[in-house]
């Protein structure tokens, strides 16, 4: 693509600096040459304001390329580690399969002891067994001592059956714990895997327009250069036409004007962060209490400032105001009032249709944006307004705080 426009306007010029050396050949006055000179120097400056605007927008582009870069590495770093979660989840839940299944099988084998015991008892108008243990007393005393340790192992059998099927609850209980957490990672997963692609789309489009840019700052350059060819050529059939008794000084401007630099690409706006309000309210005191730990990385379940979900940091933030509040999205969508967008203000819950439906929670603090723990960038600020966040909002609303 870049060839293309570099020939056409290797044409587009020449043609131009063709016609343009026909006409001076008429141009036999001093004013012909100057008007010529001027009009020159006007697209000269004109294609050197199109350059420098093309140059900004090729900086502006690298900022941020630069910038998504970075989200896309934190974005595959999130991948790998919410796939290391659902690795060691895996391994628990086959781990607690197997303790089922050995759990079962002993508890089997009791019940078929005492089976056994039974239909021994039944056969034989008592356990055989047990008869020959209580028959084979030497005294009375002894055959007390034996009827009493008969029982005492009927009753441990029991004891240790029902031990082994509550056991058996609390693993498959621990089981039904773990299958739900599989579910959530598995949807944690989804969602970083959308923010990649669109990431990665994003992308492509920068690369594109960054492409594009150059090729017209290669063209406009090629330009700007015959443009200066031809005015030198004005400026020598000028000088040729001065007099010596009235010279004039000539000063080419052909040099004065540089392209506008590209190096400052320091400075970046991050985008519009509300700053938080002042101390005061629940409300202010709960928005006011995540600002401190911008950037605190994301933990599954996390609920202190040494880390956070999601609903843990909002459980959290509205704590430090004295305010009670699940520390989960599936409970916390229900807290509160529900209020309708439009009448949205600072302090309120919003929630987005990630993984499953009002999966993510944030607080909203104006101005568009809202903070909360993103399990991509940790604790941060963003903007609902457009992108992802735009996309997923499902509109659902909650103040905790009248």
């Known amino acids: 693509m870049k060839k293309s426009f570099v020939t056409i306007a290797t044409v587009t010029v020449i043609g131009f600096a063709s016609n343009f050396a026909i006409d001076t050949v008429h141009a036999e006055t001093t004013n012909d040459l100057t008007n010529r000179q001027a009009q020159i120097q006007d697209e000269r400056t004109e294609i050197k304001d199109k350059l420098s605007k093309a140059e900004a927008e090729v900086a502006d582009v690298l900022i941020e390329l630069e910038e998504l870069n970075d989200e896309i590495k934190k974005v595959e770093e999130a991948l790998k580690s919410n796939q290391k979660m659902i690795d060691d989840t895996n391994n628990q839940i086959k781990t607690t399969e197997k303790e089922i299944a050995e759990l079962e099988k002993e508890i089997e084998k009791r019940y078929d002891i005492l089976s056994n015991r039974m239909v021994n008892y039944q056969k034989n108008g008592g356990n055989i067994g047990f008869l020959d243990v209580i028959f084979g007393s030497t005294s009375f005393s002894d055959f007390i001592s034996r009827v009493t340790a008969v029982n005492k192992i009927t009753s441990s059998d ?63 350059q090629l330009e700007e250069k015959s443009l200066a060819a031809i005015e030198a050529q004005v400026n020598r059939q000028l000088a040729a036409k001065r007099t010596i008794s009235n010279p004039v000084a000539y000063q080419g401007n052909s040099n004065s004007n540089s392209s506008k630099s590209t190096n400052n690409l320091t400075q970046l706006s991050k985008g519009s962060q509300s700053a938080p309000v002042a101390s005061g309210s629940a409300v202010q005191t709960a928005i006011n209490a995540g600002y401190p730990h911008i950037g605190t990385p994301y933990v599954w379940a996390g609920k202190g400032p040494g880390g956070f979900d999601c609903s843990g940091f909002v459980s959290w933030a509205y704590g430090q105001a004295g305010v009670s509040l699940p520390s989960s999205t599936a409970s916390m969508q229900y807290s509160g009032t529900k209020v309708s967008y439009s009448d949205i203000r600072p302090g309120d819950l919003v929630f987005f249709d990630t993984y499953k439906k009002n999966g993510h929670v944030g607080i909203y603090v104006g101005n568009g944006n809202f903070i909360g723990a993103q399990n991509t960038t940790g604790l941060a600020v963003a903007n609902m307004t457009s992108g992802y966040w735009k996309n997923h909002f499902s509109g659902h609303v909650r103040r905790v705080v009248q």
């Open 158 to 220: 029991a004891d240790l059956v029902n031990q082994l099927e509550e056991d058996k609850v609390k693993v498959a209980d621990k089981l039904d714990e773990l299958s739900n957490l599989q579910t959530e990672l598995k949807g944690m997963q989804a969602t970083i895997v959308a923010q990649k692609e669109e990431n990665e789309a994003k992308k492509k489009e920068l690369n594109s327009k960054e492409k594009n840019l150059q090729a017209k700052i290669n063209e406009l």
